[in-house]
């Protein structure tokens, strides 16, 4: 057994429980904001400036994860775990814009279209180049063609998504003196040049209809005839929906800017980008409802890493955690998590147990009863229980690196290192959750017994990228 990999594999060796009856399996819809902090929606920071109508609503309806992890503390490596359930550092996408998604790699859309559903992604994708001819986006072209890897190659029957990110607004252009960060709604768009980042569909065209206005509108424009059309067949389904808002550059419409006129303009495009997707998730969920699937659709919600730029410079909050995006201290990673499922998950509820976006796939695994290849380490954890509201222990640490970052949580305590494991920080998340209290010379032998879990985890993500697993 490769070193690292008993701890990995314990949900293997439990039995599958399956929640869902054989002639309804339940839909699976993952929607992911880009840079949304943990304390930018109002139901996880109450003084939050931005209006989060229905992703609050959401979380009344559902349950609340008030430690909820993105695998990475960057975009790309994270979307890859969601589907995969393994870290990213296992299969070679360390960061953004590195690497892509291997053929060899098991993702979720893959395993669940064996079961009789029907796929779809829609919003960015960043888990490869989507065209090997023109030059697109950051890797796009002939410049990055050994990374080309599209949804079509993973499983997905349907897919309308860029590589990388694009204004929140009228994603297709921007102004030509346009700055990194924000600007306001172009009045005269004959004035304005491309952004140089193209929406593709899933047999590889440039879509060019349906691309003016609000970004997020225009992704679920494309996820709900996806959902109509499945429910029509009585099929179940799998979407990715995942928005560009809020990463950078933010732009939003004028009814979205009103209510934060008085803000700055990276501030209130910030905030207006968001609220206009608040909208488009409370569109979602009323036409699931509408459908008559919103009892037997498991929805979930979260960002993929901690906002964007320095604290008290930036719009975006992590509320009161330390580090924001690149970072492994909790700011960085630690972000909004919501899991609705009317019906088998109790409205209103709230857990402090510890997840990340590794854990969709077991999860999803669970409820159907599925098994995944017990010579393959996945990284995720069933979430099975703590939907259900029990008081349970995580069945496996969770394991994150980025570039010379190492962090390690193991129940409440959290070991990290910033400079490749030459020195080590111990904290206690439950006292101390803004990581202010450094306990690793108070305690050495915890700490060392977690250095030592972390490295051989470490390991056993080098093996996998070196191929090990296929």
């Excluded at 990475?72 to 299969?91: F, I, N, Q, W």
């Excluded at 607004?169 to 005269?188: F, Q, R, S, T, V």
């Excluded at 919600?301 to 906002?307: K, L, V």
């Excluded at 854990?359 to 939907?387: K, N, Q």
Aim: with cysteine.
């Amino acid at each position: 057994m490769k070193p690292g990999t008993l701890l990995i594999a314990i949900i293997l060796m439990h039995a599958p429980v399956c929640l869902a009856a054989d002639n309804s399996k339940p839909n699976v819809l993952l929607v992911m904001c880009d840079d949304l902090g943990y304390g930018d929606p109002q139901c996880f920071n109450p003084g939050s400036p931005i209006h989060t109508p229905s992703i609050d609503a959401m979380a009344a309806a559902g349950m609340k994860f008030t430690r909820f992890y993105a695998a990475a503390p960057v975009c790309s490596p994270t979307r890859g775990s969601c589907l995969t359930g393994r870290h990213p550092y296992r299969y070679g996408i360390y960061s953004a814009n590195t690497g892509h998604m291997k053929p060899q790699e098991i993702t979720l859309p893959e395993l669940l279209k064996k079961e009789g559903y029907t796929t779809g992604h829609f919003g960015k994708w960043h888990l490869g180049t989507l065209t090997t001819t023109v030059n697109d986006a950051n890797r796009g072209g002939p410049r990055g063609k050994k990374h080309y890897s599209i949804p079509s190659q993973h499983g997905y029957d349907d897919s309308f998504v860029t590589e990388s990110k694009v204004p929140t607004l009228d994603p297709m252009i921007k102004p030509k003196d346009a700055g990194k960060h924000a600007w306001d709604e172009i009045d005269d768009k004959s004035k304005a040049v491309a952004y140089g980042t193209h929406y593709w569909d899933h047999v590889g065209r440039a879509v060019t209809e349906n691309l003016e206005g609000d970004d997020s509108r225009i992704i679920m424009d494309r996820a709900v005839p996806f959902i109509e059309s499945a429910v029509a067949k009585k099929t179940p389904f799998f979407a990715a929906i995942w928005f560009h808002a809020p990463h950078l550059p933010v732009v939003a419409g004028k009814e979205h800017v009103a209510p934060y006129k008085e803000h700055s303009v990276y501030e209130r495009n910030y905030y207006g980008c968001v609220t206009a997707l608040d909208e488009q998730v409370g569109r979602l969920r009323a036409r699931l409802r509408a459908l008559g699937v919103s009892e037997n659709t498991l929805l979930c919600f979260c960002s993929d890493n901690g906002p964007e730029g320095q604290e008290g410079k930036a719009p975006g909050s992590a509320a009161e955690f330390r580090g924001r995006k690149r970072s492994l201290y909790e700011g960085g990673v630690r972000v909004p998590g919501i899991i609705e499922w009317p019906g088998t998950i109790a409205p209103g509820s709230s857990t402090d147990f510890p997840a990340v976006t590794s854990d969709y796939l077991p999860t999803v695994l669970d409820v159907l009863g599925i098994s995944y290849p017990s010579d393959r380490p996945l990284d995720g954890a069933s979430l099975v229980d703590a939907m259900r509201g029990k008081k349970v222990r995580r069945s496996q640490p969770i394991g994150f690196q980025s570039r010379t970052q190492i962090a390690w949580h193991s129940g409440i305590h959290k070991l990290y290192s910033g400079d490749g494991g030459k020195t080590w920080e111990l904290y206690d998340l439950a006292a101390d959750p803004r990581e202010s209290n450094n306990l690793a010379a108070a305690q050495p032998g915890l700490a060392e017994q977690l250095r030592s879990e972390a490295i051989a985890w470490q390991e056993s993500c080098r093996e996998s990228d070196a191929g090990a697993d296929y």
